[in-house]
């Protein structure tokens, strides 16, 4: 294959990863000049284009060498990994993305009373997965047939092709509205991007090593939270002790009020209501979340 001298990503061409990963990218500075109902987008401003295709051929893709690198779900990478076979170049998983959160997991029609994988034996389950499927099987040492099919899965029990299913779940209301429940989940999943294992060392390498780097960055200031609050000098440790994890929280005085602090701690994730409940609770007053627009350390 001729050398390509620009990065090539691929990415879904429509469904529920090509938002969000397009904004992303666009996030890191990458910006495309071709309309997105074409195969192939052009990047502007830097030497990175787009490959737009169904998120399961991403994989193989990069295994060919055909894109550098690709934005999928790890579902769909980790089948891959699973049933490509040794003489397909190895992929790895080099970042994750925080979007298209879901699990795969063994779903049951509700009169099936599942406590334990060992009941499965015997049993057929229908899935898109079988590779990941099959590798929880022998890890439990279960034998179950695998019935694969490429989708509606959720209708197998009810047309009798299997006894249960394996399939991907985020909010469950697909289940609820085929008369299933969720048993057991065999891999919680999210987009990530996806490379070879081992990445090239020419000027290509160069360029996937600065889009981690913004990436990173991207991803450390999507996730974080400043958080401020007032608390009596008297409860600062037990406040202290519940904020959610990051860096050492810096104090400030607080003007006429000597036995007062302001504390400000920067947050690696979410603060849930929840969690400011108890920081209230233990003596905190004057909370404020804010989001964080850009980050310079
Ligand atoms: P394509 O045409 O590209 O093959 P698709 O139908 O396989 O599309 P989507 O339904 O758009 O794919 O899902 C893409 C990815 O989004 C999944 O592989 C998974 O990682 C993630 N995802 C998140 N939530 C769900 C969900 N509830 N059902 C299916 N996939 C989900
Ligand atoms: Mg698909």
Redesign the pocket.
């Known amino acids: 294959m001729k050398p390509r001298d620009r990065l090539r990503i691929a990415m879904?061409?429509?469904?529920?990863?090509?938002e969000p990963a397009l904004e992303l990218l666009n996030r890191c500075g990458l910006t495309f000049r071709q309309s997105r109902d074409k195969l192939f987008c052009f990047g502007e401003g830097e030497p990175v284009d787009l490959l737009l295709?169904?998120?399961?051929d991403i994989p193989g893709l990069i295994a060919q060498g055909v894109c550098d690198l690709g934005i999928?779900?790890?579902?769909?990478l980790s089948e891959f990994q699973l049933t490509a076979g040794t003489e397909a170049a190895p992929l790895a998983e080099w970042r994750k993305l925080g979007f298209?959160?879901?699990r795969l997991s063994l779903a049951v029609p509700q009169d099936l009373n599942y406590e334990l994988p060992g009941q499965l034996e015997g049993m057929r389950i229908a899935t898109s997965y079988p590779g990941l499927l099959g590798d929880w099987l022998a890890r439990q040492g279960v034998k179950a047939g695998v019935v694969t099919l490429a989708?509606s899965v959720e209708i197998a029990p009810r047309l009798g092709t299997a006894d249960l299913i394996c399939d991907?779940?985020?909010?469950g209301g697909?289940l609820v509205a085929n008369q299933l429940r969720e048993a057991d989940v065999l891999l919680e999943?999210?987009?990530v991007l996806a490379g070879p294992a081992v990445l090239p060392t020419d000027e290509r390498g160069d360029m996937i090593d600065l889009l981690l780097k913004r990436l990173d960055g991207v991803i450390q200031v999507r996730e974080s939270r400043l958080l401020l609050l007032q608390t009596s000098r008297h409860a600062l440790d037990a406040v202290t002790r519940l904020l959610p994890g990051g860096p050492q929280p810096t104090l400030l005085p607080v003007a006429g009020q000597p036995d007062q602090l302001m504390l400000q701690a920067l947050c690696a994730g979410e603060v849930s209501w929840r969690q400011l409940e108890e920081i209230k609770k233990a003596g905190a007053r004057e909370m404020f979340v804010l989001p964080v627009e850009k980050m310079l350390a």
């Open positions: 879904q061409k429509s469904g529920r990863l090509t295709v169904r998120d399961d999928v779900g790890r579902n769909v298209g959160r879901c989708g991907l779940v985020q909010s697909t999943s999210e987009a």
